[in-house]
């Protein structure tokens, strides 16, 4: 298979890292305006199964709520405060919907892995239904765009579900460390990437999915000297909370 090509090196952690918000559209604006191409989010499904921007299974950390995000809609959840954790100037900023980060990603021709995250407790159930409707947002999403999200998820099961939904639309797999049986969990789901965490990556492993002819993306590299390390290993993209380090291009 041809090497899957990242529209971009330098991705933005959930939007924007620790600049702005996480996983808001003040997110994605922040990191546009600073020359930056490319972002990661996540999606979950509110109550409804409305999918939103969110990466915990609570609220507490990151709005003004509280609970399992399950338990709130998307109509409720827009009435959060997401800013103010992490800075005043975001006051109200809202917890947007997937539909409202898709179409800004479009606007402004941002890149967008798109992280799948299923809701922990509801198990395999949700992580099927979560990648199935994700997917289908997608595809509906950017119908016709000249580029494409990227979805991704550390759920196999999700992953899955998303290929049967909209096989069409490009795939990475998502490891801590990552397994021995790699290659076959990403053959199996017709993957086009493997995304790891940083430190459990080798020069050694990383030349062996390059070689196997997969995409490769490291999170969360917040260090320039680690970053030109792993291009070293030939690592195609990185993830990172610190666009104030790294260089847009």
């Excluded at 409804?48 to 995000?69: F, I, K, Y």
Aim: glycine content about 8%.
């Amino acid at each position: 298979m041809s090497a899957y090509r990242y529209p971009c090196r330098i991705i933005a952690h959930r939007g924007c890292g620790t600049l702005a918000p996480e996983n808001t559209l003040a997110a994605l604006r922040y990191g546009h305006a600073q020359g930056f191409g490319g972002v990661e989010f996540d999606v979950m499904l509110a109550r409804g199964e409305t999918p939103v921007l969110m990466h915990d299974d609570t609220l507490e950390r990151t709005t003004s709520g509280s609970g399992a995000l399950a338990d709130s809609s998307a109509a409720e959840l827009a009435l959060l405060d997401a800013g103010s954790w992490r800075d005043a100037r975001y006051k109200g900023e809202p917890v947007p919907t997937f539909e409202a980060a898709g179409k800004l990603c479009i606007e402004l021709g941002i890149f967008a892995n798109v992280e799948i995250k299923p809701y922990a407790p509801g198990g395999d159930a949700v992580a099927q239904q979560t990648g199935h409707l994700t997917a289908l947002a997608a595809r509906a999403l950017w119908a016709g765009a000249a580029q494409q999200p990227l979805l991704s998820s550390f759920s196999g099961v999700a992953l899955k579900s998303a290929m049967l939904a909209a096989p069409e639309l490009q795939r990475a797999y998502l490891f801590d460390a990552v397994p021995p049986d790699w290659h076959q969990r990403l053959a199996a789901l017709d993957c086009v990437a493997l995304h790891c965490n940083a430190k459990n990556l080798t020069a050694e492993l990383a030349a062996a999915v390059k070689r196997a002819g997969y995409g490769l993306m490291c999170w969360t590299v917040n260090d320039v000297a680690q970053g030109d390390a792993l291009f070293a290993w030939g690592v195609d993209a990185l993830c990172t909370d610190r666009l104030d380090l790294f260089k847009p291009a």
